[in-house]
């Protein structure tokens, strides 16, 4: 289909349809593919020289489509073609390996927290801060984080991320193999680590609105997102096996080193852009940085999303960071924390693989975070109880209680994710979708650190040092929030989606 730009700013109603004519040759073009071959990848664009039965001319034949000569005025005239490309997932893959990795390198000490301790023969308090550090390096890149998305686009993040991963796991490795394990230097490389996690965490949105159209939106939001918290599963399930006592922790970070440099290198040979936009919000220019924040800080739809969501991401960030610690009082092994841990994350992942399609195809975003947020407080509430229910047959703890709860919230708060990112690049649209994805994701790890330095706080001083008190706290700040997203498109309110705004009206988009 061909679309015919009429103003400078594509808005709804600014493109009218025109007929298109026969395929042509590669001849008929500037040296571009046959267009007889419906699936090269290249071949995204038919002429539109006889929408009004004219004969193809020489001069029109070296033109780029896009700009062929009105029949009525003589003038060139912007075309815009629409479409989407196979190409497209080589990238969304590389944000999921990343995220993996840099996920499972977020949790690589907290999931055998006991372990590591006795290696390096520092407190399980220390221990926890080698995640709380990973979370507060969120909050001191993101103004760079946001520029390099807003004006280098999603290749440059993937790339200053993949730098970022090898330098921080290797040096973690010579930290922990140095003799008797330097803490400082393993500091330093997850640090670095921490560092590269906002290029990829934030960038999921900025590359669904670049490559995909709004019907794929959702799910591919979903797929590079949902990584990250997947990476953290693999870590809970996989390092208790890597590291059953302190001598094993060094192998540990050097396995999890070679997987990271192995997912590191495709993101160099990544496309940087699609030759052509698949929908006309994503060929919209974004405004400039500094009217960003005026509008983005001055919309009550924002707030009314971003402070739910930053608060749930760093409450799932502090429970996935001592969860072993919270478990352990009530007799469970490091094992069973783990497969607590990635029950949480498992279940997240498979109900969100269910909804995110769904959404794409009927979106209700309101009702689905209406319904979900009373949800994600009740599973916090739940599970201050849960360690005690499962520990109250005796010796041997019941793995039901908590693992029914962590499957619980999981459900909830994954598929939720895709969700809010999405909508808030729709309500603050025409603003770049990674200067609200950072801001959201940026929001959540400051939060998370803050949490963790007071739950670590609020455990018991005396054994078994249990964090009941912490799990009130969570419980406390997870109702407090609900309220706020059920205020959306009351009181007069209207939510605009304003991207989608921009998309009503086109009738079809070329597809390989």
């Known amino acids: 289909m061909i679309l015919r730009q009429t103003k400078p700013h594509p808005g709804e109603g600014d493109y009218e349809q025109l007929p298109t004519s026969p395929t042509l040759s590669s001849s008929d073009t500037t040296g571009g593919p046959s267009m007889a071959n419906p699936d090269n990848e290249e071949d995204g664009f038919k002429s539109t020289s006889r929408a009004q039965g004219r004969a193809l001319d020489d001069t029109e034949s070296e033109m780029p489509l896009e700009m062929r000569p009105s029949p009525s005025s003589g003038t060139s005239e912007p075309m815009v073609v629409y479409r989407v490309y196979k190409r497209r997932w080589f990238g969304l893959i590389q944000l999921v390996l990343l995220n993996v990795i840099v996920s499972w390198d977020w949790l690589s000490f907290s999931a055998v927290s006991t372990t590591s301790a006795q290696y390096f023969n520092v407190s399980e308090s220390a221990i926890n801060w080698l995640s709380t550090s990973f979370l507060f390096s969120f909050c001191v890149i993101a103004p760079l984080v946001i520029y390099t998305l807003n004006r280098g686009g999603p290749k440059h993040a993937i790339i200053a991320a993949s730098v970022l991963i090898l330098l921080g796991n290797w040096i973690r490795f010579a930290g922990t193999r140095a003799t008797g394990g330097h803490f400082g230097v393993v500091m330093f490389g997850q640090i670095l680590v921490g560092l590269a996690q906002p290029f990829v965490l934030s960038a ?181 109880w849960a360690p005690d229910a499962g520990d109250a047959s005796g010796s041997s703890p019941s793995l039901g209680p908590p693992y029914a709860v962590a499957a619980l919230l999981g459900a ?44 670590d706080a609020l455990k018991d001083s005396t054994p078994p040092f249990g964090m009941r008190r912490a799990l009130v706290f969570q419980a406390v700040i997870a109702s407090l929030v609900v309220p706020l997203p059920l205020c959306l498109g009351l009181f007069g309110r209207k939510v605009r989606r304003r991207r989608e705004e921009v998309d009503k009206g086109v009738a079809s988009v070329q597809q390989e």
């Open 204 to 384: 999921p949105t900025r590359y669904s609105d670049l490559w995909f159209t709004p019907k794929g939106r959702v799910s591919a939001t979903a797929i590079a997102s949902l990584a990250n918290p997947f990476g953290g599963a693999l870590g809970q399930l996989i390092d208790p096996v890597w590291a059953t006592k302190p001598s094993d922790i060094p192998n540990m970070v050097l396995y999890i080193a070679i997987i990271a440099s192995i997912a590191t290198i495709p993101s160099f040979f990544i496309p940087s852009g699609p030759p052509t936009p698949p929908c006309p919000s994503a060929a919209e220019s974004k405004i400039p940085l500094r009217q960003t924040w005026r509008f983005v800080l001055s919309s009550v739809e924002f707030w009314l999303i971003f402070i739910p969501f930053a608060v749930y991401v760093a409450l799932f960030n502090a429970i996935s960071t001592l969860l072993n610690q919270i478990l352990a009082p009530h007799g469970y092994s490091e094992t069973a924390a783990g497969i607590c841990g990635a029950l949480l994350i498992v279940v997240g992942l498979v109900t969100s693989a269910i909804t995110s399609p769904l959404l794409d195809r009927y979106p209700h975003p309101l009702f689905a975070i209406k319904l979900q947020v009373p949800l994600i407080a009740a599973s916090y509430l739940a599970f201050v």
């Open 412 to 455: 909830a708060c994954f598929s939720l994710v895709p969700i809010v990112l999405e909508l808030l690049a729709e309500v603050t649209h025409p603003v770049s979708p990674g200067v609200t994805s950072t801001l959201a994701w940026g929001g959540g790890q400051l939060f998370g650190g803050i949490f963790l330095v007071i739950e």
